[in-house]
């Protein structure tokens, strides 16, 4: 507990100090600049972060605002993004777009002793605005252990590598954890957490099952996987129950987000990071995957009415929460908190359909209830402008189209269909995982692409579905 008040004691100090130290710097720039960047030269590392929207390793910087002065915009964009209040001193270099600057730390920089694939060493920044949102980690990492593909403008690393070594250097302090900073019922999560990998550790077909699981969970938990789901519901139970499991999903997704935004919890392997053996990043608490799950799966097993369902259900369950924990992505009360709010929906979902005077089927037909969820997602965008709930509002601002052109046709999907359906939503999603690999130099088409994945899936499927549909029978 203590780290953790020093940590945040040092950045609200250095963030009201700061603001007076950047003052006075000469702006004059070259035409064209439209970046700001930093380079943090820490005990002869370079400050380097994970991008969650283009998937790509870069300096922490960013877009320059109308009228902000350059080496403010650059201050901005390394608290943003790393958590760390930095005085801005001479510009080391240009690019065509963007001025590099020789940046310092107001205090001292804690990272963790244990180094990852690239050799680098992870910092803590859990408590940067942007964590979760635009940057997935941050590390110091020596230059020559980067390759220039690996950086997010490759061409620009051989002048980044230069520029590194004339940056101020300033040293590190290196921790084994930060388990101390954690809630103190976490703390004993991270402690099973570790005991459970170090018991697998010990043997060979142990581990290798463990990891198994937790790959598994890995894929069964991917947002992906709704484009494999949803058209098995509609092949396997129809257009009603399709609806009725959107709706599902949609309101149980939204309050899982809004939930882990309120309580900004991270996951274990931020306190802990020998403890990641799959990559995840963001906020866990309450955990949204296994929410989902638990919700389907008792709707699932309500709708077939026997106990075979609910075997498998449960069994699937409980192997998604046992990979996600072993592989350090969630701890155990993040999943059984989820899984609550889960069969919290459900319960409520399951108590409308026994009301004899309310049809379902009508219900979740109906444009208004969507365009009370679109209504809900703008505010929610508003609130939060992060690219998950942007995504969620180009997706549910679809729904009132589909339900118009759906409500008074029956559809039966048939099994070769249905498999046809999803080769095809998911070569459209590879299509758009490529393009956005190649469109990662630019952060607003990044954007733009992530935004679009699954309102361009829903598009794709309402077009090849709807013409197999027939108009019902009066």
């Known amino acids: 507990m203590l780290k953790r008040a020093f940590i945040i004691t040092l950045g609200v100090f250095s963030l009201f100090y700061s603001t007076f130290s950047a003052a006075g710097l000469p702006t004059p720039l070259p035409e064209g600049i439209k970046g700001a960047l930093c380079i943090v030269r820490v005990d002869n590392k370079l400050l380097l972060v994970n991008e969650i929207l283009t998937g790509q390793i870069s300096l922490p910087g960013g877009t320059i605002s109308a009228g902000e002065p350059p080496h403010e915009a650059a201050q901005r964009e390394v608290w943003e993004e790393t958590g760390l209040v930095v005085t801005v001193g001479e510009a080391l270099g240009y690019s065509d777009t963007a001025v590099f600057y020789d940046c310092v730390s107001d205090s001292p920089i804690v990272a963790y002793n244990t180094q990852h694939a690239l050799g680098g060493n992870t910092l ?128 149980t997704s939204l309050l899982a987000l809004v939930a882990q935004q309120g309580f900004a919890m991270p996951r274990p392997h931020v306190y802990l990071p020998s403890t990641e053996l799959l990559p995840s990043s963001g906020f866990s608490f309450p955990s949204a995957s296994m929410a989902v799950w638990v919700c389907l799966a008792l709707l699932f097993t309500q709708r077939e009415g026997g106990k075979e369902w609910g075997k498998w259900a449960f069994g699937t369950i409980v192997l998604v929460a046992l990979g996600q924990f072993y592989a350090g992505a969630e701890f155990l009360s993040d999943l059984l908190i989820g899984a609550l709010l889960g069969a919290l929906v459900a319960w409520h979902l399951l108590r409308l359909q026994q009301k004899a005077e309310l049809d379902l089927g009508q219900l ?71 393009l956005q690999t190649h469109f990662s130099s630019s952060g607003l088409y990044s954007y733009i692409l992530e935004t679009l994945r699954y309102p361009s899936s829903l598009l794709v499927a309402m077009l090849l579905v709807l013409p197999l549909c027939k108009g019902r029978q009066a």
């Open 124 to 251: 803590p920044i859990w408590f940067a605005p942007h964590y979760g949102v635009e940057i997935a980690s941050a590390m110091l990492l020596q230059p020559t252990a980067l390759k220039a593909e690996q950086y997010r403008f490759p061409q620009q690393w051989p002048l980044v590598s230069e520029m590194f070594t004339r940056a101020t250097n300033q040293p590190a302090s290196y921790v084994r954890d930060l388990k101390e900073a954690a809630p103190s019922y976490r703390q004993i999560g991270l402690g099973w957490l570790a005991a459970s990998q170090s018991w697998a550790a010990q043997s060979q077909m142990l581990s290798s099952i463990a990891m198994a699981v937790a790959h598994l969970a890995f894929y069964l938990t991917t947002p992906a996987l709704l484009l494999v789901v949803m058209p098995l519901i509609l092949w396997r139970f129809g257009r009603d129950f399709t609806l009725h499991a959107l709706f599902a999903v949609t309101v």
């Open 364 to 434: 979740f037909a109906s444009p208004l209830v969507w365009g009370a969820l679109v209504a809900v997602a703008v505010g929610l965008t508003f609130i939060w402008p992060l690219p998950v709930f942007s995504a969620w509002l180009a997706t549910l601002m679809l729904m009132p189209i589909l339900v118009l052109m759906w409500r008074k046709k029956a559809c039966n999907l048939t099994q070769a269909r249905a498999l046809v359906l999803i080769v095809v939503l998911l070569t459209l999603n590879l299509l758009l995982t490529m």
